[in-house]
């Protein structure tokens, strides 16, 4: 590795560090709204266990995600998004 490669990366470590003990602010960030799951599975008429097997998830996990213990993330974020504004989507799974 050459020199300023590895300045450059050390540079870099140091800034998150800083960053990280709230000496420095983030050039950016990044911000996602948690849909509420409850309610977007209430609009769809379906069970808790009916939902969970359309979207092929165990019921504990919707049940964890409903009470906010944990949160869909990724594909799964995007699908609940998708029914919230279109919930007649699961009528084709």
């Known amino acids: ?4 490669l590895f300045d450059d ?4 470590l140091k800034e ?3 960053i ?3 000496e420095l602010e983030p050039s950016r960030t990044f911000a996602y709204e948690i849909p509420d799951v409850k309610s977007i ?14 979207l092929h998830i165990s019921p504990r996990t919707l049940q964890n995600w409903e009470q906010g ?3 869909p993330t990724g594909p799964a974020m995007t699908l609940i998004k998708l029914i919230d504004k279109k919930p007649d989507l699961l009528d084709l799974a």
């Open 1 to 4: 590795m050459d020199n300023k």
């Open 9 to 12: 990366l050390l540079s870099s």
């Open 16 to 18: 998150a560090g800083a």
């Open 20 to 22: 990280h003990r709230g």
């Open 41 to 54: 599975r209430e609009k769809t008429g379906l069970t808790q266990v009916e939902f969970a097997n359309k």
């Open 69 to 71: 213990h944990r949160n």
